[in-house]
């Protein structure tokens, strides 16, 4: 079974620095994508980042320059380094996984975690 758990939020003043980590069940590359969406209050669930397999990426605008994804295989895990914090970039950020070998449409994965709060207030 496909376990993601998420960690590494929390309260952080603006212009601060946060990494998330997302532990998987089992190997990293057992998935074809894997990225980070995040929910604010009264918002729709955005899609932040994605890496592929083969270890392209794709951040959404407001991020790029700020936020950094990296994975370690030996720990199963992948990281979300972000830096630069704001206020809007507060919000429940949810690690996700895709194993399907193509999917079509808009890319939403199949499996996700139970999210981690930041919170970038002053």
């Known amino acids: 079974q496909v376990q993601l758990v998420e960690s590494g939020g929390g309260l952080v003043q603006p212009g601060g620095s946060l990494r998330l980590s997302c532990a998987a069940s089992?190997?990293?590359?057992?998935?074809?994508?894997m990225g980070w969406y995040r929910q604010a209050p009264g918002k729709q669930r955005e899609l932040v980042v994605r890496?592929?397999?083969?270890?392209?990426?794709n951040f959404v605008d407001s991020v790029k320059g700020r936020f950094t994804i990296s994975r370690d295989n030996a720990k199963n895990t992948v990281y979300l380094q972000m830096n630069s914090l704001k206020p809007g970039d507060t919000a429940v950020y949810y690690c996700?996984?895709?194993?399907?070998?193509?999917?079509?449409?808009?890319?939403?994965?199949?499996?996700w975690g139970q999210g981690t709060q930041v919170t970038v207030s002053s």
């Open positions: 996700t996984a895709d194993d399907r070998l193509t999917y079509s449409g808009t890319w939403y994965p199949p499996y």
């Open positions: 089992g190997s990293i590359f057992s998935f074809n994508a």
């Open positions: 890496i592929t397999k083969g270890g392209s990426t």
